[in-house]
């Protein structure tokens, strides 16, 4: 069980828009530490998608965004594209347990 | 351009200890936080320990009891052993840079290490 806590799955429609959330606690996301995201294609190593909540690494389209609220984070892709299709995991700094991730979220784009 | 790579064995006998080594190129690892993460075969990521230039090093809770993580400054190289593996340890495992505020920004390809006899 994960410290970060993600959906298994989400999907959507080429053109569409999709959230993934990521819920932690007042030791992580809630203690002020960032939430990171990554993309990782399949047989590829993660590649950083949004760091620090809302910035992008150069090089990411800005269709990717990410937003922070609490204990809580988001990862929201607009305009969906097949090459999408992935598995995203959000990861943050637990004051207790050091660098925690999420489950990852498998997105399927339709 | 800053790259890691993994190296090591891939097959390890339960019981034995992996060995694994992130060799950093084009540029220093006298900064930074550098760190091991693994993923299991279809599962998810998890974070192993990390190490700083000067010899420090933190592990998760989890494996703190098997693992060490160690640096070579004068080689650019970080290494990783896990004592007493078992058949779940088999993972893809993964070297990676932790940046300033404290997000994975740069990853090696990872290397597969399966545990059996």
């Known amino acids: 069980q994960s410290v970060l806590t993600q959906p298994p799955s989400v999907s959507g429609a080429p053109g569409q828009r999709v959230t993934i959330s990521c819920t932690g606690s007042?030791?992580?996301?809630?203690?002020?530490?960032?939430a990171h995201w990554y993309q990782q294609l399949p047989g590829t190593a993660p590649k950083l998608l949004i760091y620090?909540?809302?910035n992008r690494p150069s090089g990411v389209p800005d269709r990717f965004s990410g937003s922070k609220s609490g204990t809580s984070a988001s990862l929201a892709i607009t305009g969906l594209q097949a090459e999408d299709e992935a598995d995203y995991y959000c990861?943050?700094?637990?004051?207790?347990?050091?660098?925690?991730f999420g489950g990852g979220t498998k997105l399927t784009v339709l | 351009q800053v790259q890691l790579q993994e190296s090591g064995p891939g097959l390890v006998k339960p019981s034995e200890t992996l060995s694994l080594t992130c060799t950093v190129s084009?540029?220093?690892?006298?900064?930074?936080?550098w760190s091991w993460i693994r993923q299991p075969p279809g599962k998810g990521l998890e974070w192993i320990g990390y190490?700083?230039?000067?010899?420090?090093?933190t592990y998760n809770p989890s494996l703190k009891s098997r693992v060490t993580i160690s640096v070579a400054t004068s080689k650019n190289q970080f290494s990783l052993k896990l004592r007493s593996v078992t058949a779940a340890d088999t993972a893809v495992y993964f070297c990676?840079?932790?940046?300033?505020?404290?997000?994975?920004?740069?990853w090696g390809q990872g290397t597969l290490v399966t545990v059996s006899s």
């Open positions: 620090g909540n809302t």
């Open positions: 190490t700083y230039y000067s010899g420090s090093a």
């Open positions: 007042n030791s992580n996301i809630g203690a002020g530490y960032s």
């Open positions: 990861q943050s700094y637990d004051s207790s347990l050091s660098w925690v």
């Open positions: 084009g540029g220093s690892i006298s900064t930074y936080f």
């Open positions: 990676a840079r932790a940046g300033d505020i404290l997000e994975f920004d740069l």
